[in-house]
Nanobody, 119 residues
Framework: QVQVVESGGGLVQAGGSLRLSCAASGRLPSAVNIGWFRQAPGKEREFAAAITWSGGDTNYANSVKGRFTISRDSSKKTVYLQMNSLKPEDTAVYFC????????????WGQGTQVTVSS
């Protein structure tokens, strides 16, 4: 069983930055992927970024590519999402998720953290 807990959300002005953290606990398979998703009011949840725990390979949605950076600290079992050049359309609840490997569904979800970008 894997548990993930997000932190680091808040209110920021457009053009600003925030860093989200996702602390993982439990037994992490070596091929585990950790991802960030977001859900804006009235919209479906969408993928933002993901990283493989073992190799650190990353993947980004086009909407955040070049502005967001996902990284991991294995010693702390934590994944970070550094968000720069934030836009009002980045306002959403951000969720951390984990899956055992890249072909599995996203199985473990956190409760989410609110990010609000004011114009």
């Amino acid at each position: 069983q894997v548990q993930v807990v997000e932190s680091g959300g808040g209110l920021v002005q457009a053009g600003g930055s925030l860093r989200l953290s996702c602390a993982a606990s439990g037994r992490l398979p070596s091929a585990v992927n950790i991802g960030w998703f977001r859900q804006a009011p009235g919209k479906e949840r969408e993928f933002a970024a993901a990283i493989t725990w073992s190799g650190g390979d990353t993947n980004y949605a086009n909407s955040v590519k070049g502005r967001f950076t996902i990284s991991r600290d294995s010693s702390k079992k934590t994944v970070y999402l550094q968000m720069n050049s934030l836009k009002p359309e980045d306002t959403a609840v951000y969720f951390c998720a984990a899956r055992p490997n890249w072909i599995s569904s996203w199985r473990y979800w956190g409760q989410g953290t609110q990010v609000t970008v004011s114009s």
